[in-house]
């Protein structure tokens, strides 16, 4: 199975064409819980997306207090509001605290949204929507343009997934009907669906509260970027968590972002998935063989050759990176299969340093083996078998 490195969201500049950073991606300010995000690992490995992790939740800190949390957000977020604008395209908030952020910066990223076009998401959690009896989003800034109202402390362990609206540009580009067992028991906050607002999906079956609760809601307001409220908690459809992982993960993400940026969202799901899996376990490899050549270098060998050749990957993967930010999926691939061979072959050669590096380390091992088993053997002869040709004492008598 293959994975993906999955996206949240992208970027829109008040009513005008879609903005990106200037090389072309989409710059992602990422504030959540620093240890349940799978998605922003699978994220940062697609050439698509540049993130930054805000880490800003109580729950994922153990045994930080509230004002060492607050400090890690100063020193992460953007220094002021230029800069927001100038290196962001989306602000996510999945399963962030809302007393971890301080007031200032509630501000400014809901005035990004609001003022400077950018995307905004936030997406369900035990501290997400005012959940579990956790602090609300909604009597901040940000609440404000949500195109949800929260109903506080009230966290829902079931729902099935239903779909609204599947001629929705994102809604379509999804195999839905591929099933997960999440999509069963999805887990999420309960909120209401403001006027004006367009319900995407919603759960069913749930064992408490209203029959039917709303799931994906979006809207875009006309001096703003589009927003979007995700009451389920994503981390449930990683593969990472559980059993509960849906191959199509890193899509949902990747997808939902191009959608938020409004950029086209490509519809044909298997081929995307595959050229999102292929670089992704691209990038899986290389770091694993960078490994591979940084432990064996410890023990004298020469790894140079595999360097330049590793280079040579590098190049290819770098001349894919242009056409995948041009959504040309097929002509990715096609670069791709020549990385496939070019990895076999690399991996091949650091194999064969690899048991050249270590077979020295196997004999010294064993030759120190057998010579401690040899000493302790004639040591032993020495003591317990040839004592027999010690002369015994006859007679012991204590002196007057």
């Given at each position: 199975?293959?994975?993906?490195?999955?996206?949240i969201?992208a970027?829109?500049?008040?009513?005008?064409?879609?903005m990106?950073?200037?090389?072309?991606?989409?710059g992602?300010?990422?504030?959540?819980?620093?240890?349940?995000?799978?998605?922003?690992h699978?994220?940062?490995?697609?050439?698509?997306?540049?993130v930054?992790?805000?880490a800003?939740?109580?729950?994922g800190f153990?045994?930080?207090?509230l004002?060492?949390v607050?400090?890690?957000?100063?020193?992460?977020?953007?220094?002021?509001?230029?800069a927001?604008?100038?290196?962001?395209?989306?602000?996510v908030?999945?399963?962030?605290?809302?007393?971890?952020?301080?007031?200032n910066?509630i501000?400014?990223?809901?005035?990004?949204s609001?003022?400077?076009?950018?995307g905004?998401?936030?997406?369900g959690?035990?501290?997400?929507?005012?959940?579990?009896?956790?602090?609300?989003?909604?009597?901040t800034?940000?609440?404000?343009?949500?195109?949800?109202?929260d109903?506080?402390?009230?966290?829902?362990?079931?729902g099935?997934?239903?779909?609204?609206?599947?001629?929705?540009?994102?809604m379509?580009?999804?195999?839905?009907?591929?099933k997960s067992?999440?999509m069963?028991?999805?887990?999420?906050?309960?909120?209401?669906?403001?006027?004006?607002?367009?319900?995407?999906?919603?759960?069913?079956h749930?064992?408490?509260?209203?029959?039917?609760?709303?799931?994906?809601?979006?809207?875009?307001?006309?001096?703003?970027?589009?927003?979007?409220?995700?009451?389920g908690?994503?981390?449930?459809?990683s593969?990472?968590?559980?059993?509960?992982?849906?191959?199509?993960?890193?899509d949902f993400?990747?997808?939902?972002?191009?959608?938020?940026?409004?950029r086209?969202?490509?519809?044909?799901?298997?081929l995307?998935?595959?050229?999102?899996g292929?670089?992704?376990?691209?990038?899986?490899r290389s770091?694993?063989?960078?490994?591979?050549?940084?432990?064996?270098?410890?023990?004298?060998?020469?790894?140079?050759?595999?360097?330049d050749?590793?280079d040579?990957?590098?190049?290819?993967?770098?001349?894919a990176?242009p056409?995948?930010?041009?959504?040309?999926?097929?002509?990715?691939?096609?670069?791709?299969?020549?990385?496939?061979?070019?990895f076999?072959?690399?991996?091949?050669?650091?194999?064969?340093l690899?048991?050249r590096?270590?077979l020295?380390?196997?004999i010294v091992?064993?030759?120190?083996v057998?010579?401690?088993?040899?000493?302790g053997?004639?040591l032993?002869?020495t003591?317990?078998?040839r004592?027999r040709?010690?002369?015994?004492?006859?007679?012991?008598?204590?002196?007057?």
């Amino acid at each position: 199975m293959r994975f993906f490195a999955a996206a949240i969201l992208a970027s829109l500049l008040f009513c005008g064409p879609a903005m990106a950073l200037e090389d072309g991606k989409v710059g992602m300010l990422y504030l959540s819980d620093p240890v349940r995000v799978p998605i922003v690992h699978f994220l940062r490995s697609d050439p698509l997306f540049s993130v930054s992790l805000v880490a800003s939740s109580l729950r994922g800190f153990g045994g930080w207090e509230l004002p060492d949390v607050q400090r890690a957000v100063r020193l992460y977020m953007p220094r002021n509001y230029e800069a927001l604008l100038s290196n962001y395209d989306v602000i996510v908030l999945d399963n962030s605290n809302v007393f971890a952020v301080p007031s200032n910066y509630i501000e400014m990223l809901a005035r990004g949204s609001r003022e400077g076009g950018k995307g905004l998401l936030m997406t369900g959690g035990w501290e997400s929507f005012g959940g579990n009896n956790n602090p609300a989003w909604g009597p901040t800034a940000v609440g404000d343009i949500l195109p949800t109202t929260d109903v506080e402390n009230v966290w829902v362990q079931s729902g099935r997934l239903a779909v609204d609206d599947i001629e929705n540009e994102f809604m379509s580009s999804m195999p839905w009907e591929k099933k997960s067992e999440w999509m069963y028991e999805f887990h999420h906050n309960l909120v209401t669906v403001r006027e004006g607002a367009r319900l995407l999906a919603h759960t069913e079956h749930n064992l408490m509260g209203p029959p039917e609760q709303p799931l994906f809601v979006t809207w875009e307001m006309p001096s703003s970027g589009r927003v979007f409220s995700c009451t389920g908690e994503i981390s449930m459809m990683s593969p990472f968590f559980g059993f509960l992982g849906w191959e199509y993960y890193g899509d949902f993400g990747a997808n939902l972002g191009l959608y938020l940026a409004r950029r086209p969202v490509p519809q044909d799901v298997e081929l995307v998935h595959l050229v999102r899996g292929t670089m992704f376990e691209a990038g899986t490899r290389s770091a694993l063989l960078f490994s591979l050549l940084e432990f064996i270098e410890n023990f004298g060998a020469n790894t140079q050759g595999v360097m330049d050749m590793m280079d040579d990957i590098d190049s290819e993967i770098a001349r894919a990176r242009p056409i995948y930010l041009e959504l040309r999926f097929e002509d990715v691939l096609a670069v791709y299969d020549g990385v496939e061979e070019m990895f076999a072959e690399v991996e091949a050669e650091a194999l064969r340093l690899k048991n050249r590096a270590l077979l020295w380390i196997y004999i010294v091992e064993y030759l120190a083996v057998s010579g401690a088993a040899m000493i302790g053997g004639v040591l032993l002869w020495t003591i317990m078998v040839r004592r027999r040709f010690y002369r015994e004492v006859s007679v012991t008598k204590f002196g007057e």
